[in-house]
């Protein structure tokens, strides 16, 4: 435990660095020079981390710099939704290698869904060309609620079909790699967070639209997850106690009132034209959207109300989490998160409790389409490389006591 929390440490400091010193590790991780030494040259030994060449000297020997060695393992990340299944291939880094989508689970037999998502990853390691022994595992998110073992409740009502079906093991035995799943807002915050610019030490969370609201939280490196992996459920922030039913069983929830399809329900009020009212929610969000960004002032009326809703969930949430930095991501934000952010950006900055200690920054994802399965793939990639309970910085002491242990299994 001691040696993997170290190794996941330093895994994790490098990765977030780019490239890195030996003696910058020390600093950044608080561990002993002679664990530094030892850990990378296990890391180098597995061929996970890489020499890059000299720092610019300033006096003295210039400094080795180490790297991740970003094709040194693979992950695959899926997106399983009702309306489409995103694909990604990720490398250890948390670039996209490969990437595609095909049509969705629909109503079909989840026994052929598994077999389908089997044979299109076999399929796309083949077209690629890598070495199947670098993939360490599949993610598989969904929309939540999720149970934590293997099975995965997908209960939002399209999907009722799956409830209950065992789709980790399911996938293990068809797949044959390690499965890891998650629902898509967690694996989402991961993914940002894997793939870089977020800091080691901060407190942030991933705000994700697609067909619902979520949230993923990640405090110092580590997500949180509450007791059962169903943390960050800010489109069930009830904002109205006297408002419409939620599928949730609640009443005035956001995403009632605020989501993409209370977006739909009220753009086809107000008579504006989604393309049939038969069409998917995430088609006429989109079509909404785009009515709003050539300047149509119904569906931008409509936007704009449901950005301030957003805006409250995102003050709450950063209320309750003290958070530094808000990222607006997935489908429905990819399209329409320009029209949010300055709404969710004012919330904060008029009404966060700690504003005057920090402000909330709020960014727009850079893979906010298919954020999820990105996110489904860094999750297999820091589960397998990088597990840990807490965050990245060990407190001397502790480190103190890792370096001893490890240097008395080396002895
Ligand atoms: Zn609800």
Not at 126 to 153: E, F, W, Y
Not at 388 to 399: K, N, W
Request: aromatic share 4%; net charge negative; glycine share 12%.
């Amino acid at each position: 435990m001691a040696h993997t929390s170290s190794r996941a440490a330093i895994l994790d400091v490098i990765r977030a660095a780019g490239t890195i010193s030996r003696v910058e590790l020390t600093r950044a991780t608080g561990l002993t020079g002679a664990t530094i030494s030892t850990v990378v040259r296990r890391l180098m030994n597995d061929g996970l981390v890489v020499e890059a060449g000299r720092a610019e000297s300033t006096g003295g020997k210039p400094r080795m710099l180490l790297q991740l060695d970003p094709s040194a393992r693979f992950a695959v990340g899926v997106h399983l939704d009702h309306a489409g299944i995103t694909y990604v291939l990720a490398n250890l880094g948390g670039a996209v290698v490969a990437r595609w989508r095909k049509p969705g689970a629909g109503a079909d037999d989840p026994r052929e869904v598994v077999a389908r998502i089997a044979a299109e990853i076999d399929g796309m390691i083949t077209r690629v060309g890598i070495d199947r022994t670098r993939v360490l595992g599949l993610g598989v998110v969904s929309p939540g609620p999720i149970t934590a073992s293997v099975g995965m409740v997908l209960t939002p009502p399209n999907m009722r079909r799956w409830a209950d079906f065992p789709l980790g093991d399911a996938l293990e035995d068809a797949v044959g790699v390690p499965v890891l799943l998650d629902n898509d807002a967690t694996a989402a915050a991961i993914g940002e967070y894997w793939a870089g610019g977020i800091e080691t030490t901060s407190a942030f969370a991933a705000f994700y639209m697609g067909t619902g609201i979520g949230a993923g939280i990640l405090v110092n490196g580590t997500v949180y997850r509450g007791a059962s992996s169903n943390a960050g459920e800010v489109g069930h922030i009830c904002v109205d106690i006297d408002g419409p039913e939620c599928w949730c069983g609640s009443r005035g929830c956001v995403e009632a009132l605020a989501g993409p399809a209370a977006v739909v329900a009220q753009a086809q009020a107000r008579g504006l034209d989604l393309g049939g009212a038969d069409r998917p929610v995430s088609a006429q969000f989109a079509a909404v959207a785009r009515a709003a960004l050539s300047g149509d002032p119904v569906a931008a009326e409509i936007l704009a109300r449901s950005a301030r809703y957003l805006g409250v969930a995102a003050q709450t949430l950063a209320n309750v989490m003290d958070l530094e930095l808000v990222v607006l991501t997935g489908p429905a934000f990819a399209l329409a998160g320009s029209l949010y952010l300055p709404a969710v950006q004012e919330q904060l900055s008029r009404s966060f409790f700690a504003r005057a200690s920090h402000p909330v920054r709020v960014t727009i994802s850079t893979n906010a389409p298919e954020a999820a399965a990105v996110g489904a793939a860094a999750l297999v990639l820091q589960s397998e490389l990088a597990p840990r309970h807490s965050g990245v910085r060990l407190p001397p002491e502790v480190a103190g006591e890792v370096s001893a242990q490890e240097l008395a299994t080396l002895a």
